[in-house]
């Protein structure tokens, strides 16, 4: 049987809602958040989005944030919709920070407590959560989703981090972000694999192969207040065919529910 994989996309961005003047900061974490069992010992990290504060402080996945600035992140049980308490805890001290004040944040790492320290250097962080993400299409009238590329999805199914080359036809961007706020709606997409040579068991040959030449159409409905993960399919049967593109294929392989504002 797989292994059942539950989490909420809850946490990429912390962003500041200082004057303009004043610099912003974000976390830049994922972490699961789907129930209160899931968070019982404190907030588990799924990953960090590149560059970011969690990145810099060195969070890793499988990292436990028990605490932060002294408030317990753990046993806090869950809210209305059943998701742990401790992701609006982490926001809502974050947002009560000084301009100035440190972050510190007790980690459990493989049964050892760390401490990690970093200044946020702003006078106030939004207490909402957002994504780390490009605004590709303004919200419309029938709301609006995301389509994020953040490569969590489980190895055991052959899923790999993928690429968006094209969303509506132009370039997303800013480059590195994971993330895109889109339009609730249909949109085309184009999209290149990030599969791991090593991973596809065909030998050196298949070192060989154009990632943006074997790139594939992939049409996405983003539902309102809801984040695709889109991920590279590695199709075993077929994984040295490179000449037709048939060793993979770009799928959405999670939709969870996320307020997109």
Same mark, same amino acid.
């Given at each position: 049987?797989?292994?059942?994989?539950?989490?909420?996309?809850?946490?990429?961005?912390?962003?500041?809602?200082?004057?303009?003047?004043?610099?912003?900061?974000?976390?830049?974490?994922?972490?699961?958040?789907?129930?209160?069992?899931?968070?019982?010992?404190?907030? !588990?990290?799924?990953?960090?989005?590149?560059?970011?504060?969690?990145? !810099?402080?060195?969070? !890793?996945?499988?990292?436990? %944030?028990?605490?932060?600035?002294?408030?317990? %992140?753990?046993?806090?049980?869950?809210?209305?919709?059943? !998701?742990?308490?401790?992701?609006?805890?982490?926001?809502?001290?974050?947002?009560?920070?000084?301009?100035?004040?440190?972050?510190?944040?007790?980690?459990?790492?493989?049964?050892?407590?760390?401490?990690?320290?970093?200044?946020?250097?702003?006078?106030?962080?939004?207490?909402s959560v957002t994504a780390a993400d490009g605004v590709v299409d303004s919200p419309s009238g029938s709301g609006c989703g995301r389509i994020s590329t953040f490569d969590v999805a489980p190895r055991s199914e052959h899923l790999y981090r993928a690429k968006i080359l094209l969303l509506d036809g132009a370039t997303p961007g800013p480059t590195g972000t994971p993330s895109f706020r889109v339009s609730a709606g249909t949109h085309k997409l184009l999209v290149a694999e990030d599969i791991p040579t090593q991973e596809m068991g065909v030998g050196p040959i298949a070192s060989l192969r154009s990632r943006r030449d074997t790139s594939k159409a992939l049409t996405v409905t983003v539902k309102p207040d809801t984040t695709a993960l889109l991920a590279a399919r590695l199709n075993t049967d077929k994984a040295a065919d490179f000449a037709h593109g048939a060793y993979w294929d770009p799928v959405v392989w999670r939709e969870i529910p996320e307020n997109c504002r």
């Open positions: 049987m797989k292994p059942r994989i539950a989490f909420a996309l809850i946490l990429f961005l912390v962003a500041a809602a200082a004057a303009a003047a004043s610099p912003s900061a974000s976390l830049g974490l994922l972490v699961d958040s789907a129930s209160a069992e899931a968070a019982r010992d404190g907030l !588990r990290v799924l990953g960090a989005t590149p560059g970011s504060v969690a990145d !810099r402080l060195g969070l !890793r996945p499988g990292d436990v %944030l028990v605490d932060v600035n002294g408030t317990a %992140l753990a046993n806090l049980g869950a809210d209305a919709n059943g !998701r742990a308490l401790a992701a609006t805890t982490l926001n809502a001290s974050i947002a009560d920070l000084a301009p100035a004040a440190p972050l510190r944040l007790r980690v459990l790492r493989n049964g050892t407590l760390l401490a990690m320290n970093v200044p946020l250097q702003t006078a106030a962080a939004a207490a």
